[in-house]
Nanobody
Framework: HVQLVESGGGSVQAGGSLALSCAIS????????MGWFRQSAGKVREGVAI???????NYADSVKGRFTISKDNGQIIFYLQMSSLKPEDTAVYYC?????????????????????WGQGTQVTVS
């Protein structure tokens, strides 16, 4: 079955950078929609960034220009490079994956539809 494992979370001061990774195993399809989501205490899970198998990316307005989603061309590993971090970026970050092609910005609000999730990694910005 499909497994997603996040890594790279931690604590950083405001203005700093962190890079998250999502290693995927057991996924055998060429098409995909992969997203990074986050959830902070007392808030609903929100979409941060999306990438599809065409390489098209979309970002939440709150992270545009600061975060970059990408994929390793040789392996099924996705990344979220985060820079200029703010305290409001503090959350548990999750990667999610499903078998859709050409997912657009609207998928940032469709976390409930993703069937495959990682366990989450904590990011704390102080």
């Amino acid at each position: 079955h499909v497994q997603l494992v996040e890594s790279g979370g931690g604590s950083v001061q405001a203005g700093g950078s962190l890079a998250l990774s999502c290693a995927i195993s057991g996924y055998e399809y060429r098409i995909y929609c992969m997203g990074w989501f986050r959830q902070s205490a007392g808030k609903v899970r929100e979409g941060v960034a999306i990438i599809d198998n065409y390489g098209r990316t979309n970002y939440a307005d709150s992270v545009k220009g600061r975060f970059t989603i990408s994929k390793d061309n040789g392996q099924i590993i996705f990344y979220l490079q985060m820079s200029s971090l703010k305290p409001e970026d503090t959350a548990v970050y999750y990667c999610a994956l499903d078998r859709w092609s050409a997912c657009g910005a609207d998928y940032l609000s469709r976390s409930i539809d993703f069937r495959n999730w990682g366990q989450g990694t904590q990011v704390t910005v102080s």
